[in-house]
């Protein structure tokens, strides 16, 4: 099949494919992995740069397994220069909180040279994401694909089952792109030279002339569209998932509907769409029959915005889509009618000491030296600060539409400590940049959990009222979930899952600017930590025997 580029500046295209076979039903079993993690030169978008790579691949391997099945997987360092830390993203690690894959938070990194051995359980069915958890990795390439399927017949049914992994790319590395985050005066990356699908995208090189063909060249086949065939009339389940750096994407497939009917591992009642909002993080399956003319073939285009309008910036279309989805007749969890706690997050930007920050309620979040999950287990309290953060703002007075003065803004690495095993809302609330008329859609990643999605809206959250509209009947549930421009959404997740879990904007730059926090709950209910998670800040020497 020949394919061609679409006239847009970030947009990548191919065909809908088939892969003759499907995952054969089994008893729960352990499922063995041995990665090799190392730089090498890769052009997925025909520019030339090092990319991180899992056995030679960026994307890496995926996963697959059945409900119920351990995953053993031994990630061998070669970086050489670099720390490495892998996130199993939408695992809850029941049992297992040390083998959460974030660093700072619940292990010591993995050393250049070392070998790190991650076992976990993966007890629900669905399409889930792993990606490096240490500095901005993940924009480098580290990532791929978990897909777990069920024990149990499920609510649709489809003839083949096929992934999607979408990501934006950039040409700068990601060391450079910390240096101007970090600099005085700020220096933005900008938006990003590609996006790909399935690790493959197409840069138009002639943009840059003064680069010359070993650099950039549109003829390697690395970065040849990602190509396969369909069979007509047969019905593809295609799970589609996004692990962005920056870029809230639009997914379409030319001249077919789609009908979503999973998000992030959870049964949705079956809506259907002609594009397929998704922030990183976030994962969805669809359902697509092939049933248009056989005699030619069908864009599948990522991009910012959906062709023809409405502009990227327009939220309507993507609020809408998120109050669509609704969890399945007869998959219903139904939430607490009531919580214990309330915490609002305000979504703030502010500058502390003249360098560019993303807070939490002008709190930017730091990571300390000392993995929280050893300092709490080992109670070392001088490891990090041992005042939590605030659980609201000034809600009468706080403008959430002009740029706030935030002179109060500071760094920390407190930390939410929750009673185990009580109900917990979470209120997202967006604000204004520190630019005038600007607010950006956060999608936030909670580790550990799946939260209620109970409702979303427009403006200030109105602590008295909205409340009162929540769905408390037949909400989703989700381990990722965008906050919209000058919008709110409400969660409400259990505190009982023992351990420390990281809660942050999924958006790379981010979270690396301080856009987290970190909740512990039963943390004297965490078992014996293995010795294979210390080694930095103050756990140097912890060992058990």
Known sequence: MQLSLRASPTLLALCLFLILGNFLKAEARVRHYKWEVKYEYRSPDCYKKVVITINGNSPGPTIQAQEGDTVIVKVNNKLFTENLAIHWHGIRQIGTPWFDGTEGVTQCPIMPGDTFVYKFVVDRPGTYLYHAHYGMQREAGLYGMIRVSSNNPEPFTYDLDRSIILNDWYHQSTY????????????????????????????????????????????????????????????????????????????????????????????????????????????????????????????????????????????????????????????????????????????????????????????????????????????????????????????????????????????????????????????????????????????????????WVLGYGKGKFDVNNDSKKYNLVNPIMKNTVPVHPFGWTALRFRSDNPGVWSFHCHIESHFYMGMGVVFEEGIDRVGKLPSSIMGCGKTKGFHYP
């Open 176 to 451: 450079e792109q910390a240096a101007g985050f970090s600099s005085i005066p700020f220096q933005w990356v900008g938006e990003p030279q590609s996006l790909l699908i399935n690790g493959k995208g197409r840069f138009n090189c002639s943009t840059t002339p003064s680069l010359n063909t070993g650099i950039c060249n549109t003829s390697n086949p690395e970065c040849s569209p990602f190509v396969q065939t369909v069979i007509q009339g047969k019905t593809y389940r295609l799970r589609v998932a996004s692990l962005t750096a920056l870029s809230a994407l639009s997914f379409q497939i030319e001249g077919h509907n789609m009908t979503v009917v999973e998000a992030d591992g959870h049964y949705v009642e079956p809506f259907m769409v002609q594009n397929l909002f998704i922030y990183s993080g976030e994962t969805y399956s669809v359902l697509v029959k092939a049933d248009q003319d056989p005699s030619r073939n069908y864009w599948i285009t990522s991009n910012v915005s959906p062709p023809p309008p409405p502009a990227w910036d327009d939220v309507e279309p993507r609020l809408a889509q998120s109050l669509a989805i609704k969890a399945h007749k007869g998959y219903i969890e139904k939430p607490p009618t009531t919580s214990d706690r309330v915490i609002v997050f305000l979504n703030t930007q502010n500058t502390i000491d003249g360098y560019r920050h993303w807070s939490v309620k002008n709190v930017s979040f730091t990571l300390p030296h000392t993995p929280y999950l050893i300092a709490l287990k080992q109670n070392i309290t001088d490891a990090f600060d041992q005042t939590p953060p605030p659980d609201g703002y000034d809600f009468v007075h706080y403008d959430i539409f002009s740029v706030a003065n935030n002179s109060n803004a500071t760094s920390s690495n407190g930390i939410y400590r929750l009673k185990f095993n009580t109900t917990v809302d979470v209120i997202l609330q967006n604000a204004n940049t520190m630019n005038k008329n600007d607010s950006e859609t956060h999608p936030w990643h909670l580790h550990g959990h799946d939260f």
